[in-house]
């Protein structure tokens, strides 16, 4: 039951194959949650990797805006802000990839005007 009401509230993440590890958060509310568009967003993430993560690109629609990762790490545990475009509604979400190909997509939050 657990696993089908994470799967209806789009709490859920994806890897490739690999175990990664991956909690965030937007302004406090999980991934998958539906948030009111703001100038600023404070993201908190946490990732845990099976090899060194080189790579956390945030996704807003289709388009890559920012690599959170200056160093390739196993363990992430970060706070930081984004700033959606603002006007039409946007979904973003995390890639994380790692130094061996591994990869992790989280589910959107869907952020409305």
């Known amino acids: 039951e657990s696993v089908l009401a994470a799967l209806r ?27 009111p568009l703001a100038p600023e967003h404070r993201l908190v993430l946490r990732v845990a990797g099976t090899a ?12 890559v805006v920012a690599n959170l990762l200056d160093a390739p790490t196993d363990a992430i545990d970060l706070e930081t802000t984004l700033e959606p475009p603002q006007g039409e509604p946007q979904t973003v ?4 990839r790692q130094q061996d190909g591994g990869t992790a997509w989280t589910s959107p939050f ?4």
Do not use: K, M
């Open 52 to 63: 060194p993560v080189v790579a956390i690109e945030v996704v807003v629609g289709q388009d």
């Open 9 to 35: 509230a789009r709490r859920t993440y994806a890897t490739n194959g690999p175990r990664i590890l991956v909690h965030a958060t937007l302004d406090g509310a999980p991934i998958g949650s539906d948030l």
């Open 93 to 96: 979400y995390l890639r994380i």
């Open 110 to 113: 869907f952020l409305h005007p």
